[in-house]
């Protein structure tokens, strides 16, 4: 597991970042590869977390503005018995089906960014000092790269991510299949596309002794890059 930056490709690809603002990192990457964990790490270095993940939950609950939408798109059949969205039963139509991923999308990702990158905006012009740190699996696939002022992508090998789907799906008693984990690899953008957009990228396939080692050097990275 190694922390890459990018050198002086991450410069070209990182926007100049201003001294009266804190900083936005923004986390991604590919699903079961330790992006949560990542962000809780950095949280508890100092950075101050707003997670997309939850922005989408809770906009899946009943009462939600999008949720007129969303009914309309994939019909009430989606909604548990409390009028909630159901994550598993939407989750079972989007993830075999490109076409009703993108229409998921074109709902979910435009509020997402909105709530995210105002309170973070909000933050970071508030105290200079401060880094906000963005958890978004969908950052890139949103096309808002350009709303954060590092990113840092999560990777892990394809082995990795299904033996960790596989484990999910025990604690949380389901049963575990890996025809289905493999596919909710395959509905993803690619990580060799996703680390294209990167500053620093993060190969989480070790331990988390090990990980932890290595977001220890990415804080002060981010760190560094505040100071100059």
């Known amino acids: 597991?190694?922390?890459?930056?990018?050198?002086s490709t991450a410069k070209n690809l990182m926007k100049p970042i201003a001294s009266d603002r804190g900083i936005i990192v923004g986390v991604t990457g590919g699903i079961a590869c330790g992006k949560s964990t990542v962000s809780k790490l950095l949280s508890k270095k100092g950075a101050?977390?707003?997670?997309?993940?939850?922005?989408g939950h809770q906009l899946l609950k009943r009462g939600s503005p999008v949720m007129s939408a969303l009914l309309e798109a994939f019909g009430s059949d989606i909604l548990d018995e409390s009028g909630d969205v159901s994550r598993p039963k939407l989750g079972a139509i989007v993830f075999n089906d490109k076409a009703a991923r993108e229409r998921l999308n074109a709902i979910m990702h435009p509020p997402i960014v909105e709530r995210s990158r105002s309170e973070a905006n909000r933050l970071v012009t508030e105290d200079a000092s401060c880094v906000v740190l963005i958890d978004a699996p969908l950052l890139i696939e949103a096309n808002s790269q350009d709303t954060v002022d590092v990113i840092v992508v999560v990777t892990a090998s394809t082995q990795t991510q299904l033996q960790r789907l596989l484990e999910r799906a025990i604690e949380q008693n389901r049963p575990p299949s890996q025809a289905e984990a493999q596919a909710r690899i395959d509905s993803q953008m690619p990580l060799s596309e996703k680390v294209k957009y990167a500053d620093f990228v993060?190969?989480?396939?070790g331990t988390l002794e090990e990980l932890e080692r290595e977001v220890e050097r990415l804080w002060h990275e981010i760190l560094r890059l505040k100071a100059n």
């Open 48 to 55: 101050i977390p707003i997670n997309s993940d939850e922005i």
């Open 1 to 7: 597991m190694t922390l890459k930056g990018n050198g």
């Open 202 to 205: 993060l190969e989480n396939d």
